[in-house]
């Protein structure tokens, strides 16, 4: 991973809710899990994908750091009794271990709601900055992650077919990924074709790391992970390891990653780049 995207990615995210606030408990809360470390992986593929198109990575800042606020929000909100009910998040007490769950669940709240203002106050032209909001909202809401969220606690304790677990898992998963690959399309203003292949590179990226999460939930351990492990066998919940099997997911994640090689190969300009994040993104440990 480029350490230099990851420098520009933390300083921004470092800068987040540091001022004087009404309420000096609530900011310390958000800044508590948006500096607990991760991946950075969705502002990360952002940046990549722009430069592997020609673009300036740090043109993918302003709704790369939306994106990562979102995501936090609903690590939070996941983390909760009423949810997940995790005690441990990176390695680190969920928020709402360490602060409440009333303050974790209006952490996630600002979160979520300061996050389009990384857009609105960007340098991104008034068509690009709707454009995104759209694609984020879309992504974020009742249509993408939130339903996805909702359908995975709807089929819990229930056999489900290979259908429904991919669109469980494309939209509570997915689309936030899908969302920061797709999303240079919009800042570049690319042609069909190239947005196109965006489209399918973001989808399968969405999916990838989905069935590694699964995978790494059967074969992981909390010091790499920084959570639990065997959390969707004790929730009873569907995986793809559990409808296909452990070593048939692997085939599976091997086949979707060549496939997505194949189509980054034919719009970018500077493919290296992008391509070792996909790996890693597979091959990753935690």
């Known amino acids: 991973m480029n350490k230099e995207h990851i420098a520009l990615i933390n300083a921004s995210i470092d800068g987040l809710y540091q001022q004087k606030a009404l309420s000096e408990l609530l900011n310390e809360s958000i800044r508590y899990s948006l500096q607990a470390g991760g991946k950075r992986i969705r502002p990360l593929l952002l940046m990549t994908t722009l430069e592997s198109l020609g673009g300036r990575p740090e043109d993918g800042l302003p709704f790369g750091i939306a994106v990562e606020m979102i995501h936090t929000y609903s690590l939070i909100h996941d983390d909760l009794p009423a949810m997940d009910n995790d005690e441990y998040r990176r390695g680190k007490l969920t928020n709402h271990k360490v602060y409440g769950e009333a303050t974790a669940i209006l952490a996630g709240d600002a979160l979520l709601t300061d996050s389009f203002n990384q857009i609105l106050f960007s340098q991104y032209s008034n068509e690009t900055k709707i454009k995104l909001m759209s694609l984020l909202i879309n992504a974020a809401g009742s249509n993408g992650m939130v339903a996805g969220q909702m359908l995975d606690m709807e089929n819990e304790n229930k056999t489900i077919d290979m259908s429904t677990l991919e669109t469980i898992h494309h939209h509570k998963t997915g689309d936030l990924i899908h969302a920061s690959i797709y999303a240079a399309g919009i800042i570049l203003n690319s042609d069909t074709k190239e947005r196109d292949a965006l489209d399918k590179i973001g989808r399968n990226i969405g999916l990838m790391f989905q069935i590694k999460d699964d995978i790494l939930d059967v074969e992981g351990d909390f010091e790499s992970i920084g959570k639990a492990v065997g959390s969707d066998i004790e929730n009873d919940k569907s995986t793809y390891v559990s409808l296909l099997g ?39 440990n935690k």
């Open 246 to 284: 452990l070593e048939a997911s692997k085939q599976k994640l091997d086949q979707i990653l060549k496939d997505t090689i194949e189509i980054v190969e034919t719009i970018a300009t500077n493919k290296t780049s992008l391509i070792d994040l996909i790996v890693f993104i597979v091959k990753r």
